[in-house]
Nanobody, 120 residues
Framework: QVQLVESGGGLVQPGGSLRLSCAAS????????MGWYRQAPGKQRELVAA???????NYADSVKGRFTISRDNAKNTVFLQMNSLKPEDTALYYC??????????????WGQGTQVTVSS
């Protein structure tokens, strides 16, 4: 089994910054893509940013230039640096990982979510 544990959420004023972290542990053979998704009340979950094991990144248009995703492959950890935060960034942020657990088994795993609230 694989566990993803997020940290770093909280309350921040508009224009402020937060850094989210997500550490994967358990039966991990390798991790392909790691990413962050978010879900605001009444809205569908959406991709915020993703990064491959080789470092290629993908961002939602709404966060380009403000958020930066990175990862530490040795520690199976992914980060999301969020700058110039806006009230519309308020959401529950989820970590996601595409994990190979054995030579023949591969699955999609989710963290429990961490709340980010941007408000004055």
């Amino acid at each position: 089994q694989v566990q993803l544990v997020e940290s770093g959420g909280g309350l921040v004023q508009p224009g402020g910054s937060l850094r989210l972290s997500c550490a994967a542990s358990g039966s991990i053979f390798s991790i392909y893509v790691m990413g962050w998704y978010r879900q605001a009340p009444g809205k569908q979950r959406e991709l915020v940013a993703a990064i491959t094991s080789g470092g290629s990144t993908n961002y939602a248009d709404s966060v380009k230039g403000r958020f930066t995703i990175s990862r530490d492959n040795a520690k199976n950890t992914v980060f999301l640096q969020m700058n110039s935060l806006k009230p519309e960034d308020t959401a529950l942020y989820y970590c996601n990982a595409d994990v190979r657990t054995t030579v023949t088994r591969r699955g999609d795993y989710w963290g429990q979510g961490t709340q980010v609230t941007v408000s004055s």
